[in-house]
């Protein structure tokens, strides 16, 4: 069956520009987890939605990063005023239930973020 | 706060060596473990995990409580196996309860030669 995929496979942006990451979760599952992998680094949790809502944005760097989910299936990670350090490549995982992380996580293909 | 450290960032084997991929971990409580991989051009995926105790592609791990570490073993590397390996502990446990976060360490690339 379908994975999880994420829109756009590439994003180029100009400092200070807002940008919008999607992603499409496998179909029945509930939790939706997205996280930042910077060059060199494991990736980093930045978000955890269990069906509509926010269960834990701890990770999320500060407020220009803003993460939504409405109809508890595809998420939007938006983040506003881009900064050169903002460039990563941004995953996306979705799991069964909300068993927490025990649950086996089903990662995206990822977006390539760059901001000049 | 859990830590994982992946103390290799580049492992090179000879097709049909043994290979050991190092991960050690802190945390204060009984943390569960995993082992993720990502193929070149592929998206990331989980081999194992310590509670299953089982053998994936032919590779193990084993929880050592006592160093703190989940070494990732395999007797005999395959060229396939060249891919990111990354170590990942879930803080089962924690005090703080709520969603518990999976930290993932920095990742080793493993290349198998032929």
């Known amino acids: 069956g379908a994975g999880v995929s994420q829109t756009p496979s590439n994003k180029v942006t100009e400092k200070g520009k807002y940008v919008e990451l999607r992603c499409d979760p496998i179909?029945?599952?509930?939790?939706l987890y997205w996280y930042r992998q910077s060059l060199g680094q494991g990736p980093e949790f930045l978000i955890y939605?269990?069906?509509?809502?926010?269960?834990?944005d701890s990770g999320l760097p500060n407020d220009r990063f803003f993460a939504v989910r409405p109809e508890g299936s595809v998420s939007t990670l938006k983040i506003q005023r881009t900064e050169r350090g903002d460039s990563a490549v941004y995953l996306c995982?979705?799991?069964?239930?909300?068993?927490?992380?025990?649950?086996?996580?089903?990662f995206g293909p990822g977006t390539r973020l760059l901001v000049l | 706060a859990q830590r994982v450290t992946q103390p290799e960032k580049l492992l090179s084997v000879f097709k049909g060596a043994p290979v050991e991929l190092k991960c050690n971990y802190s945390?204060?409580?009984?943390?569960?473990l995993f082992w993720y991989v990502q193929y070149s051009r592929q998206r990331l995926q989980l081999l194992l995990r310590?509670?299953s105790r089982e053998s994936i592609k032919g590779f193990t791990a084993d929880l050592n409580k006592g160093e703190t570490s989940f070494h990732l073993k395999k007797p005999f590397a395959q060229e396939e196996d060249s891919a990111m390996y990354y170590c990942a502990l879930l803080p089962v446990g924690s005090q703080s309860g709520g969603y518990q976060k999976v930290t993932f360490g920095t990742g080793t690339k493993l290349q198998v030669i032929p």
């Open positions: 179909s029945g599952h509930t939790a």
């Open positions: 939605f269990q069906g509509t809502g926010a269960a834990d």
């Open positions: 310590h509670i």
């Open positions: 945390y204060s409580g009984s943390p569960e």
């Open positions: 995982a979705s799991s069964l239930e909300s068993g927490g992380a025990r649950e086996t996580q089903y």
